[in-house]
């Protein structure tokens, strides 16, 4: 046998520490394709009511979706609850479905404050709206047991004026909105407003994400280019006040996404 010359030898040590260092940084993990290309991840803004049927039936229906399919890997996803809404000239608030919405509106929006992470201030949302759906919605305040959550930092955001301030917040943000909204859902995917097609939101972020595509966008058909053309397919609630909420057999009982809630769900 050749013994291995004073070179090697000195290379062996830093071959050894830049293998250290590699297994350190998880180059030897497993990674999913947004991780590793780092590629951008795909704005996805929801302007909603809490008490607008349609929007109530996106959330539960399709918008949760994304956290079982793996596209929430690929979408930095924003709610805005506000809707069609009103700010008056003394800076109170009035909503398209009556206080119950206002109260609703601002809790969701305390939730988010509160739980600035998405899995929880997501879930807390679902629950709020899956109760809507299924037309119990002032039993809101069960989805604090449900999800195990403190329910002391919402409800001191929504009862003071820490609450009306965030619900001005959204205001301003959906006043803001180019073009206007003139509907609820209002989706925008990369800044561009789906109109009434936006249950196919998951094309359009397949579309605008420029990583290795997540598995789910396999088989998507492509978007419409002339977004006006698109049948208006989809339900929405326009902004002429006082609309009542569906009735249940149009909400339909049961969601068609259920998200996994803990065991102690009652």
Request: proline content about 8%; overall charge negative; glycine content about 8%.
């Amino acid at each position: 046998m050749i013994a291995p010359g004073p070179r090697r030898l000195l290379l062996l040590p830093v071959a050894l520490l830049l293998l250290l260092v590699a297994a350190a940084g998880g180059a030897f993990l497993p990674r999913s394709p947004v991780a590793a290309e780092g590629a951008k991840k795909v704005s996805l803004v929801l302007y909603y009511e809490s008490l607008c049927p349609y929007c109530s039936r996106f959330i539960v229906n399709h918008l949760a979706g994304i956290f079982e399919d793996g596209l929430i890997d690929a979408v930095d996803l924003r709610l805005v609850p506000y809707g069609n809404a009103r700010v008056g000239s003394n800076g109170d608030i009035s909503c398209q479905h009556g206080p119950y919405e206002c109260l609703l509106n601002t809790v969701e929006a305390c939730a988010i404050d509160a739980w600035p992470d998405l899995d929880v201030h997501f879930r807390f949302i679902y629950c709020v709206e899956d109760l809507v759906v299924k037309r119990q919605y002032k039993e809101w305040e069960s989805c604090f047991q449900k999800l195990g959550l403190d329910p002391k930092p919402v409800t001191e955001c929504y009862k003071s004026e820490q609450g009306h301030k965030l619900e001005l917040k959204y205001a301003n943000q959906t006043d803001a909105l180019v073009p206007p909204h003139r509907y609820v859902p209002w989706v925008v995917v990369d800044g561009q407003p789906l109109l009434e097609d936006y249950e196919n939101f998951e094309a359009y972020v397949c579309k605008a994400y420029k990583g290795s595509p997540p598995k789910v966008c396999e088989g998507l058909v492509h978007p419409p280019v002339a977004l006006e053309t698109v049948v208006a397919r989809n339900g929405v609630t326009y902004n002429s006040g006082g609309i009542e909420l569906a009735t249940a057999e149009e909400e339909g009982r049961d969601s068609k996404i259920r998200m996994r809630l803990p065991d102690n769900e009652n």
